[in-house]
C-alpha cells in the first residue's frame, strides 16, 4: 500500500507539469545534459533545468556529475523514477475510459475535431503573425496544412501542438494557452450553432455536454446550473495542463462573448486527486 501511494503521488507530481513528464520521459533511454533535453522535448532550457530540479527534489532524477560544471551535467532517472516511467509507459489511464482501464480496447483513440484545431490556429496567426505560427508548429508531428474542418486529430497530438505554442510564446504557466482559447472558443463551429440560438445563458450552460460530445470523443461533461452559476465537470479523462486551461478559456471566452461580467474559477482537477475537472462559472 505504501509503495502504491509513493507511486501515485509521483504520478500526480509529474503529470501536473506537462514538462517534467516530458522531460523524464526523455531521460528513459539514458542519461543526458540539459541541451540534449530541451533539444528533444523542443522546451527552453531554463524549462527543461527547472523541471530537472523539481524532479530532483522529489527522487525521480539525480545529478550524476555533481562535480562539473554547468555544461558538463549529466543526468538520469533513479530507481523510484524507472519505476514511475515503466508505470507511464505500460498505463492505459492518460486518455482511455475507465471501463477500458486494464483491458484491451483495440480501435479506441481519442481525438477533438479538426475545426476547433483551426480556429486556434487562425487566433494565433492574427495575435502573432504567420512567421511566428509556423516558427511555432513546425516540429508538430502534424501538417497544419493538412487539418481540415472535419479532420479528426488525435489527442496527443492536439496536446503536443498545444505544448508546443507554450513553449513557444508562454511563460510555463498555460496562462497564454487559455487567453488563446478564451478569443478563439466562441468562434468554434459548434459553440456558435449554440450562440446563435440566443439562449438564456443557463440553458446554453446545459447545452455545453452535447457541444463536447460533438468536439470529443472520450470523457463525459456533466453541467449543474444554479442561480446565475454552472458548474462544468469533466469525467474520466486525464487531460495535460494545457487542456486544464484550455477549457478554463473557452468558458470564460463564452462568457464574454454573451456580454457577461463573470469569472470561471477552477474549483476541482484530476491531476490534484479528485474525481472530475471542474469549472465555475459565475455571472
Same mark, same amino acid.
Given at each position: 500500500m505504501v509503495?502504491?501511494?509513493?507511486?501515485?503521488?509521483?504520478? /500526480?507530481?509529474?503529470?501536473a507539469s506537462s514538462y517534467r513528464e516530458r522531460v523524464i520521459h526523455a531521460l528513459a533511454g539514458k542519461p543526458k545534459f %540539459? &541541451?540534449?533535453?530541451?533539444?528533444?522535448?523542443?522546451?527552453?532550457?531554463?524549462?527543461? /533545468?527547472?523541471?530537472?530540479r523539481e524532479m530532483r527534489g522529489r527522487g525521480l532524477v539525480e545529478l550524476l556529475t555533481p562535480a562539473a560544471k554547468a555544461r558538463g551535467r549529466l543526468y538520469g532517472v533513479t530507481a523510484s523514477g524507472a519505476v514511475l516511467l515503466k508505470y507511464l509507459d505500460d498505463s492505459?489511464?492518460?486518455f482511455v475510459p475507465p471501463a477500458?482501464?486494464?483491458? %484491451?480496447?483495440?480501435?479506441?483513440?481519442? &481525438?477533438?475535431?479538426? /475545426?476547433?484545431?483551426?480556429?486556434?490556429?487562425?487566433?494565433?496567426?492574427?495575435? &502573432?503573425?504567420?512567421a511566428a505560427l509556423r516558427d511555432a508548429t513546425h516540429s508538430w508531428s502534424m501538417d497544419t496544412e493538412q487539418v481540415e474542418e472535419d479532420t479528426w486529430v488525435s489527442v496527443d497530438a492536439g496536446a503536443e501542438l498545444l505544448?508546443?505554442?507554450e513553449a513557444k510564446f508562454g511563460d510555463g504557466s498555460y496562462a497564454f494557452i487559455r487567453s488563446l482559447f478564451a478569443q478563439a472558443g466562441p468562434s468554434f463551429p459548434t459553440i456558435q450553432a449554440e450562440l446563435a440560438r440566443k439562449l438564456p445563458l443557463a440553458t446554453l450552460a446545459e447545452r455545453a455536454p452535447v457541444v463536447y460530445g460533438k468536439e470529443w470523443n472520450f470523457g463525459r461533461l456533466e453541467v449543474e446550473t444554479a442561480n446565475r452559476r454552472a458548474a462544468f465537470r469533466h469525467y474520466d479523462w486525464m487531460p495535460t495542463p494545457a487542456m486544464c486551461s484550455m477549457f478554463h478559456g473557452i468558458y470564460e471566452g463564452v462568457l464574454r462573448w454573451r456580454g457577461f461580467p463573470g469569472k470561471v474559477l477552477k474549483a476541482r482537477c484530476v491531476r490534484e486527486g479528485d474525481d472530475c475537472c471542474e469549472y465555475v462559472a459565475e455571472w
Open positions: 509503495a502504491d501511494a509513493r507511486l501515485w503521488e509521483d504520478f /500526480s507530481f509529474v503529470a %540539459p &541541451k540534449d533535453l530541451a533539444g528533444e522535448t523542443d522546451l527552453r532550457i531554463v524549462h527543461v /533545468s527547472r523541471a530537472l492505459s489511464r492518460r477500458a482501464r486494464g483491458l %484491451p480496447y483495440v480501435g479506441f483513440v481519442p &481525438k477533438i475535431r479538426g /475545426s476547433s484545431v483551426l480556429r486556434l490556429l487562425a487566433v494565433l496567426r492574427e495575435a &502573432k503573425g504567420e505544448e508546443l505554442v
